[in-house]
């Protein structure tokens, strides 16, 4: 009774106009209250395959880089947005969701993923969606039933490590005990495994078009086709930029340098930026002139397995960088949904208003022949 006391005022508290709207995240104690909640869907932003080995029981996956929906040439046919609106309607319905469900993005916590997913329902004006801070690991780290199988699985790993060792030695009763041992560890493992709160298996539809829902298995949810709406009114293109905005940002840096009111982030490696290592069906590698480079490895607390530094943390960091609240911020990466919109979402919880994502990125940019590029 006290969980669902407490889920229900966190739910009147997400259904409350002012405060949801500047929040994009929530704890994992938060969020493994809503578990079940027929009015919540997780997201999982990470690969498909990552999702089959692992994923928070009813959720369904939409792998971030997939939300970019460009052709082979690199060109995004209702840019800025991530997918023409009749697609993502589609899409987004396809995996049981309506407007009026609150989506918590996760992906295994380093974040660029989970944001990915945050950046796509946030342009298309879904206001109740938030990043799950420390991902799949904070709720691994929850669930009483994980914290027993893990030892388990450790205990068994050292017993089936001593049955082969004795088998080796030729002890061949120590080697038929410990494996009677591992069978057993085995058995209540799996026993156990349908306990978890982190599941694994998949469901997989052809919507067409390229397009595929990618769901938990029926044993865990049902889940049904929804009808979800895009109302070109409330698109919300603060969260988003095309490739033209962002050109005209470059040119007014190169005219006015550090002193412009644009700046433009460029989140990819080292080796992405110089041009060495070129991604999917890019002609060219490099970057765009005038960037500067902020990894987004920058934004993760690996040590913590939080999504997110500090504020202190990350303003320190962009303040390094020149990047200060009365400038309009573009950020970057390979196709927006992922490393980009990371940058972006650290910005937006430090209270920066004008940041973007371009929603081309460099999958965009370094296939047209006419925009400028540097190595």
């Known amino acids: 009774m006290k969980r669902l006391l407490q889920a229900l005022l966190f739910m009147a508290l997400l259904a409350s106009g002012s405060w949801a709207a500047e929040r994009l995240t929530i704890s994992g104690e938060e969020a493994y209250k809503l578990i079940d909640d027929p009015n919540v869907m997780f997201v999982d932003g990470d690969s498909e395959t990552a999702f089959e080995n692992g994923h928070i029981r009813g959720s369904v996956n939409m792998y971030a880089h997939h939300l970019h929906h460009s052709d082979i040439m690199g060109r995004m046919h209702c840019a800025p947005l991530f997918m023409c609106p009749k697609d993502a309607e589609h899409y987004i319905g396809a ?27 946030k342009s298309y004006g879904h206001k109740k969606v938030y990043v799950l801070d420390g991902g799949i690991e904070a709720i691994k780290a929850l669930d009483p039933n994980q914290k027993l199988y893990d030892k388990l699985k450790a205990e068994a790993r050292k017993i089936k490590k001593a049955y082969k060792k004795a088998k080796k030695a030729g002890n061949l009763e120590e080697y038929k005990k410990l494996k009677a041992k591992y069978k057993e560890l085995k058995k209540k493992m799996a026993e156990l495994a349908k306990k978890l709160i982190i599941q694994r298996g998949i ?48 040119k007014d840096r190169l005219k006015n340098g550090d002193k412009s009111k644009y700046v433009v982030i460029d989140t990819r490696s080292m080796i992405e930026i110089i041009g060495e290592r070129k991604m999917d069906h890019v002609a060219r590698g490099g970057h765009i002139p005038t960037s500067k480079f902020i990894e987004w490895k920058h934004i993760t607390d690996f040590k913590n397995k939080k999504s997110f530094r ?66």
Not at 99 to 120: E, K, Q, W
């Open 95 to 121: 995996h049981g969701i309506d407007n009026g469900m609150t989506i918590i993005a996760y992906d295994n916590f380093r974040g660029p993923n989970a944001t990915g997913v945050l950046a796509y329902f």
């Open 203 to 250: 469901k997989k539809v052809d919507l067409g078009n390229g397009h595929y829902a990618v769901l938990c298995p029926e044993s865990e949810r049902k889940i049904t086709p929804k009808h979800y709406k895009i109302d070109p009114k409330k698109i919300d293109y603060s969260w988003i930029a095309g490739k033209d905005e962002v050109y005209h940002a470059v």
């Open 310 to 375: 500090s504020k202190e943390e990350l303003q320190k960091l962009f303040n390094k960088f020149g990047v200060t609240k009365d400038k309009t911020i573009y950020a970057y990466c390979q196709v927006g949904t992922g490393r980009g919109s990371d940058i972006i979402t650290a910005l937006r919880l430090l209270g920066y208003k004008n940041a973007k994502v371009y929603s081309g990125s460099w999958d965009e940019w370094g296939n047209d022949m006419n925009l400028p590029i540097r190595r």
